[in-house]
């Protein structure tokens, strides 16, 4: 059960976030960025928790590519299948069928920066002091 709050509150983190740089950055959002963002920090959380020991601009290269996948992926099925017309990168150059382009991808390296110190910290000192909070009776589960 605890494995399920943390990765809720991780996924939650990530979808406010996500939904919050669109609409600071394009002054709206789309319902589909939201679930978009939730999935996205879900990934970049294991990245950057993860014990691969590379280069930390190599994991920020890794979460940038994440993210353009991610993002493509949702795109083709917002934009392409159900025609809801939520993004069009059509006229910037480097794009990729209007869905990601590199500007972009290259926007999400540097971003990737301070998501892996965040999510670094976010696991090392918020979510295990948030688990038992929420779940005070398997304050053994947390350690393990």
Same mark, same amino acid.
């Given at each position: 059960m605890d494995r399920f709050v943390q990765r809720a509150m991780i996924f939650f983190i990530g979808a406010f976030g996500y939904y919050g740089i669109e609409v600071l950055f394009r002054g709206?959002?789309?319902?589909?960025?939201?679930?978009?963002?939730?999935?996205?920090?879900?990934?970049?959380?294991?990245?950057?928790?993860?014990?691969?020991?590379?280069?930390?601009?190599?994991?920020?290269?890794?979460?940038?590519?994440? &993210?353009?996948? &991610?993002?493509?992926?949702?795109?083709?099925?917002?934009?392409?299948?159900?025609?809801?017309?939520?993004?069009?990168y059509s006229a910037l150059p480097y794009n990729l069928s209007g869905q990601v382009c590199l500007l972009f991808s290259g926007i999400w390296f540097v971003l990737c920066i301070p998501i892996g110190v965040f999510s670094r910290l976010l696991k090392n000192k918020v979510l295990q002091r948030a688990i038992l909070f929420f779940l005070p009776k398997n304050k053994e589960l947390v350690n393990k």
């Open positions: 709206y959002s789309h319902w589909t960025m939201f679930l978009t963002g939730g999935i996205a920090f879900l990934c970049l959380f294991a990245l950057f928790n993860s014990r691969c020991p590379l280069p930390y601009w190599v994991l920020c290269l890794m979460g940038a590519a994440m &993210i353009t996948s &991610i993002e493509f992926a949702v795109g083709i099925v917002v934009n392409r299948w159900l025609n809801w017309s939520v993004w069009d």
